[in-house]
């Protein structure tokens, strides 16, 4: 079993920053991918930033140039710095972890951005 934690959500107004952690813990011994994903009221879950076990990292066109995922492999841990948010960025944000086709998530942390 994998468990994710996730931290570093909250209250900033636009134009601010935030850096969200996840750190994984448990049987890990072969991550595919690990990143966020993030739900907005009222919309489906979609993909924020992820990387590959090889090191490749893929980011939704949204939030290119604002969003660096990076990650601590010692650690387990994943880290997306936000830049420059902005309202429609307020979602719940959730860290996800892929090893062996199997997919785990964290509880999800609250990101809410201020106009």
């Known amino acids: 079993q994998v468990q994710l934690v996730e931290s570093g959500g909250g209250l900033v107004q636009a134009g601010g920053s935030l850096r969200l952690s996840c750190a994984a813990s448990?049987?890990?011994?072969?991550?595919?991918?690990m990143g966020w994903y993030r739900q907005a009221p009222g919309k489906q879950r979609e993909l924020v930033a992820v990387?590959?076990?090889?090191?490749?990292?893929n980011y939704a066109d949204s939030v290119k140039g604002r969003f660096t995922l990076s990650r601590d492999n010692a650690k387990n841990t994943v880290y997306l710095q936000m830049n420059s948010l902005a309202p429609e960025d307020t979602a719940v944000y959730y860290c996800?972890?892929?090893?062996?086709?199997?997919?785990?998530w964290g509880r999800g942390t609250q990101v809410t951005v201020s106009s």
């Open positions: 448990g049987s890990i011994f072969s991550i595919n991918a």
């Open positions: 996800y972890l892929s090893q062996i086709a199997i997919g785990y």
């Open positions: 990387i590959t076990g090889g090191g490749s990292t």
